[in-house]
């Protein structure tokens, strides 16, 4: 070590006293840097460096900390830093303020990823519609069906969801980024967002149709993304932030009835008892939670684990004895 350097830990326990102070310092900044080093260039990953380079130089990880300040919060203009802030909160000390972030970048890469692969699939999408007599382009980005009336579809996204995942059958099974797309990834495609289309009964932004379709066939998986075992003391633990914040974030969506069913969604039997109602209500209850259940966890590459950490949040597996 370099005369003068910190170490890890004493970067980080140095980055929560800054943070605590409300003035987030050289030590915040260089926690940063090593974590996004470390997120980036870990060799089990496979992140593309930002346009403009060709690794994952310093200047690079720099780039990206600092798009993640630049990112645009919709639900709360003006604190693009909040991610940031709720990593410290969430610490207990300096090694879990260094997995909050590392799952944070890692989380922002996947997003970024993810939104790369979407204007793909908009740019297909368009090229594969424009060649079909079914589908008809509406001013505003839009698309719908050639033989319904022109209206602007603005309806729920979990009703378009739905209707995609209603489509049996249909799996994409190859994926090229360039060249002509292969007849059963066109015919799949095309299938469900003629569905998707259907039950809107309108038009559909191309931005929307891109992200049902995506979900649908769960377009998410290029680049890899892997845990940090191999430059973590604790690797697990990462993972299990990251199934837990997804848990705590699916448990405070729920009503207190629905989190009284949680546990008990494999045993339409005791639906009723639990929910103190009528059989038929108590089925649709369970039925919407299962389906909300599916599409909220479909991203997820951990949905098994993270629906297990709703289940013991929700009071666990009982023995009915």
């Given at each position: 070590?370099?005369?003068?350097?910190?170490?890890?830990?004493?970067?980080?326990?140095?980055?929560?006293?800054?943070?605590?102070?409300?003035?987030?310092?050289?030590?915040?900044?260089?926690?940063?840097?090593?974590?996004?080093?470390?997120?980036?260039?870990?060799?089990?990953?496979?992140?593309?460096?930002?346009?403009?380079?060709?690794?994952?130089?310093?200047?690079?990880?720099?780039?990206?900390?600092?798009?993640?300040?630049?990112?645009?919060?919709?639900?709360?203009?003006?604190?693009?830093?909040?991610?940031?802030?709720?990593?410290?909160?969430?610490?207990?000390?300096?090694?879990?303020?260094?997995?909050?972030?590392?799952?944070?970048?890692?989380?922002?890469?996947?997003?970024?990823?993810?939104?790369?692969?979407?204007?793909?699939?908009?740019?297909?999408?368009?090229?594969?519609?424009?060649?079909?007599?079914?589908?008809?382009?509406?001013?505003?980005?839009?698309?719908?069906?050639?033989?319904?009336?022109?209206?602007?579809?603005?309806?729920?996204?979990?009703?378009?969801?739905?209707?995609?995942?209603?489509?049996?059958?249909?799996?994409?099974?190859?994926?090229?980024?360039?060249?002509?797309?292969?007849?059963?990834?066109?015919?799949?495609?095309?299938?469900?967002?003629?569905?998707?289309?259907?039950?809107a009964r309108g038009a559909v932004r191309a931005e929307d149709l891109a992200r049902v379709l995506q979900q649908r066939f769960r377009m998410l998986n290029e680049p890899s993304f892997v845990s940090f075992d191999d430059q973590l003391d604790q690797p697990d633990e990462v993972a299990a932030v990251d199934v837990d914040v997804r848990a705590r974030e699916l448990f405070a969506l729920l009503s207190p009835?629905?989190?009284?069913?949680?546990?008990?969604?494999?045993?339409?039997?005791?639906?009723?008892?639990?929910?103190?109602?009528?059989?038929?209500?108590?089925?649709?209850?369970?039925?919407?939670?299962?389906?909300?259940?599916?599409?909220?966890?479909?991203?997820?590459?951990?949905?098994?684990?993270?629906?297990?950490?709703?289940?013991?949040?929700?009071?666990?597996?009982?023995?009915?004895?």
């Open positions: 070590m370099a005369s003068g350097e910190l170490d890890t830990g004493t970067i980080s326990e140095a980055a929560l006293r800054e943070l605590h102070e409300g003035q987030p310092g050289p030590a915040t900044i260089a926690l940063l840097q090593q974590m996004g080093r470390q997120c980036t260039r870990s060799a089990r990953t496979n992140f593309p460096p930002p346009e403009g380079y060709t690794y994952w130089s310093d200047d690079a990880v720099d780039h990206l900390l600092a798009d993640m300040f630049d990112r645009e919060d919709h639900e709360n203009p003006g604190q693009e830093h909040k991610w940031l802030l709720n990593c410290y909160l969430r610490a207990t000390d300096g090694a879990s303020l260094e997995r909050l972030l590392l799952t944070t970048i890692e989380n922002f890469l996947k997003d970024q990823a993810k939104g790369t692969l979407r204007g793909q699939l908009r740019r297909r999408l368009q090229t594969l519609f424009e060649a079909d007599d079914r589908f008809e382009p509406v001013e505003g980005d839009r698309w719908s069906l050639a033989d319904e009336p022109v209206r602007i579809w603005q309806g729920d996204l979990t009703e378009l969801e739905r209707a995609a995942l209603d489509v049996r059958g249909v799996e994409i099974t190859r994926w090229n980024h360039a060249g002509k797309t292969p007849r059963e990834t066109r015919e799949a495609l095309l299938t469900v967002a003629e569905a998707i289309l259907t039950s009835e629905e989190r009284r069913l949680v546990p008990l969604l494999g045993e339409r039997s005791r639906w009723k008892e639990a929910l103190g109602t009528g059989r038929a209500r108590a089925g649709v209850m369970g039925d919407a939670l299962i389906e909300l259940l599916r599409l909220a966890t479909v991203d997820d590459a951990d949905h098994d684990r993270v629906v297990l950490a709703l289940v013991e949040l929700c009071g666990g597996l009982d023995d009915p004895g």
